[in-house]
């Protein structure tokens, strides 16, 4: 019994280790392409995925080509903008769908679902159209102006605003508090993992996205990472190691926010702070 038990966990690691491989294979192909020298082939066969020669020239020579300095600070600023307004709109967006009762809430809450369904292209046009009209285009709040609230994320919030659990809420206006003061100070902390996450997937999306700031932005000044990373193609006639190097530098940061983030995103319970 225990010899079949260790068999399954040695299939289950096995099939885990390979789809995690497969996961990870770009990434390190990537990696790997940065850190070539001229004097390697990058598309020989046998693959090789470890350099003869490690160097970080291809780093240099991207940083110093083009203004990445600047596009990272772009890209940093307009990602944490985004960040902090759809948190804040999406939470008091969800709240009073969660927890009030009002007529149409329930039609409203469908509604805004079933945006989700409505592909961006769609609405890019008007988007577009209503951003020039409001002298948004070539400027940071352009970028930001789509990403300001998100259906996905009124969804999210409001099921985590409702596992909240009752008492706690009925405890905080039994102390005096406001319904303003309850969303701030009992209930934001009460869903921090849904907060988390949202905010996890905002930044991830905001960081990466090429489309919209490719067609609101001309000024090369506001140019985000990827489009940085887009320019580096006809910079360097399609050299693939300067290519990869910035793809490096531009995904670096949303690895390392993953990493320090991960832990939030498990779930608590809600009803830690609720005495018996």
Known sequence: MTLIKSKNWLWMYGLLGAIALMTLFPLLWLL???????T???FATPLQLLPNQPTLNNFVSVWQALPFGQYLFNSTLVAVLTVGLNLLFCAASAYPIARLSFPGRDWIFVAIVSTIMI???IVMIPLYILTVQMGLRNTYLGMIFPSLASAFGIFLLRQAFISVPKEM????RMDGCSELGLWWHVMLPAIRPAL??????VFIGSWSDF???LIVIQDEQLYTLPLGVAKLAGTFSLDWRLVAAGSVISIAPVLILFLFLQ???VPTESSAGVKG
């Open 196 to 201: 988390v996450t949202l905010a996890i997937f």
């Open 169 to 172: 809420e009925e405890a905080a």
């Open 119 to 121: 592909p961006f292209q």
């Open 211 to 213: 489309i919209w700031p």
């Open 263 to 265: 832990r939030y995103i």
């Open 40 to 42: 390697e082939n990058i």
């Open 32 to 38: 790997s392409t940065a850190l070539k020298s001229k």
